[in-house]
């Protein structure tokens, strides 16, 4: 992508401030706040989730319905006037990796997620026209597939390439806070705005009971987070690689970040060895640091001519690398040519998998339809994420390992167990899961299974 961003994701009374920001790069914004409306607020809570926990209030989307307008009056007139107070974030713990590491996510209030939506909203306005194409993350009309796409088109058309894997450590926790406050002064000096941003980062975050006050990091969970570390990371990455990393190097290199993920490209080992070197001193700069175990150079060329028609031995051939959940690694086609293939990256299918079991032992009380019903949703995910043109294998084999979980559960159900597997195939046959099925294929346009 890199033709002009359209302006048909910005919020309508907002696309003059994004004509102004796309037409002056260098401008700063003092006046935004006004844009923030009734109307606003209401397009906001359009867009928050309804099912999310709720936060250190308790407050459901349901309850705060029962009198919505005038919570969102209310909601303005505070914003406006100053006296809004930002809750402390819940924080909760979900698993990372493999499982053993676990990953902190911060749970606003849902007035607080309503509010956030309508700032982020206003400065996606503005934040839209400056993003650089190699940014995916979390913005309007763009996703991680569209991020996998670019990476594996770009480096199909340098014929392979040296690959620089990146890992940012507790980037989410070490993010500078006073840098991000420079940051956004470059562009936006509305007191209101700003005022808001501050009273968020300094909430506090409540766990075991106790509320904390980190001198650093923005909790990951927030609406308002993702487009803090876009901006954040913008600045630190974005704008340095291509303003001042690719003019200096001897052959072509890109760029695709998604969030706090990202990996380079390059034609040249020697460039990439360059910008490896560079790469912690110039996050240093910024408060941030690079995983050393994670963070590593990828040989990622395509196979010699005279390969056999399967993998290359261990330690002749191309590297493998993950990002965004897959494994990325060079294969025949069907007609005999080297390409770049994609598969379920397999710390992430074992967690799904584990995820499943754990689900099906709570649930295995529950009536058959009921967990069928809930099977076939967990289902539908997985595949609406990972159903990609090439990965059919990975499917099966996750449908199949679903129905092997299944079968097991429903078989502790008694002391009386139902033998083999004729009365589950029965089963299946009234309650059917849904069969793999690539949502994302080229070959086709993309359905829902």
């Known amino acids: 992508m890199t033709r002009t961003p359209s302006l048909d994701h910005i919020y309508p009374e907002l696309r003059r401030v994004a004509e102004l920001a796309r037409a002056a790069p260098g401008l700063a914004f003092t006046t935004l706040a006004h844009h923030m409306d009734l109307g606003l607020l209401r397009h906001a809570y359009g867009r928050t989730r309804r099912d999310g926990a709720p936060g250190v209030d308790g407050q459901t989307a349901a309850s705060y319905e029962e009198r919505l307008e005038d919570n969102l009056r209310r909601l303005l007139d505070q914003a406006k006037s100053g006296t809004y107070r930002a809750p402390p974030v819940r924080r909760a713990h979900i698993?990372?990796?493999?499982g053993r590491?676990?990953?902190?996510?911060?749970i606003p209030t849902f007035e607080d997620k309503v509010l956030q939506?309508?700032?982020v909203t206003v400065l996606e306005a503005v934040y839209e026209q400056d993003f650089l194409p190699c940014s995916y993350g979390f913005r309007p009309g763009r996703s991680a597939h569209q991020a996998l796409e670019a990476l594996r088109e770009q480096t199909r058309l340098m014929g392979g390439a040296w690959l620089v894997e990146v890992d940012i450590r507790k980037f989410f926790d070490t993010l500078d806070l006073e840098r991000l406050r420079e940051i956004l002064r470059q562009r936006v000096r509305d007191g209101v705005l700003l005022r808001l941003i501050g009273k968020w980062l300094a909430a506090g975050v409540l766990e075991d009971g106790r509320v904390s006050y980190p001198k650093t990091g923005t909790p990951?969970?927030?609406?308002?987070s993702p487009l803090l570390a876009n901006i954040y990371l913008h600045e630190v990455l974005d704008k340095w690689f291509e303003g001042a990393v690719k003019p200096r190097l001897r052959g072509r290199a890109f760029l695709v970040r998604y969030a706090d993920d990202f990996v380079m490209g390059f034609?040249?080992?020697?460039?990439a060895r360059r910008v490896l070197a560079a790469l912690p001193k110039r996050f240093g700069r910024y408060g941030l640091a690079l995983h050393p175990e994670k963070t590593r150079l990828v040989p990622f060329g395509r196979p010699p001519r005279g390969s056999g028609r399967g993998s290359p031995p261990r330690g002749e051939g191309p590297g493998t690398f993950e990002f965004l959940g897959f494994l990325h690694f060079w294969g025949r086609s069907r007609q005999g040519n080297w390409v770049i293939k994609r598969k379920t990256a397999p710390g992430r299918f074992r967690r799904a998998v584990r995820r499943i079991t754990e689900w099906c032992r709570a649930v295995r009380?529950?009536?058959i339809d009921e967990q069928q019903q809930g099977l076939a949703a967990k289902l539908r995910g997985h595949y609406a994420y990972y159903g990609i043109t090439g990965n059919s294998l990975a499917l099966a084999c996750f449908h199949s390992a679903v129905r092997w979980v299944w079968f097991r559960c429903l078989g502790r159900r008694s002391q009386r167990r139902p033998g083999g597997w004729g009365w589950f195939y029965r089963l299946l046959e009234r309650f059917p899961l849904p069969r793999p099925v690539a949502v994302h294929s080229i070959l086709r346009p993309a359905a829902i299974p």
């Open 365 to 367: 009380h529950w009536p």
């Open 95 to 98: 698993p990372k990796g493999d």
């Open 101 to 106: 590491e676990t990953r902190p996510i911060g």
């Open 220 to 224: 990951q969970g927030g609406v308002i």
């Open 267 to 271: 034609e040249c080992e020697a460039d």
């Open 117 to 119: 939506r309508a700032v």
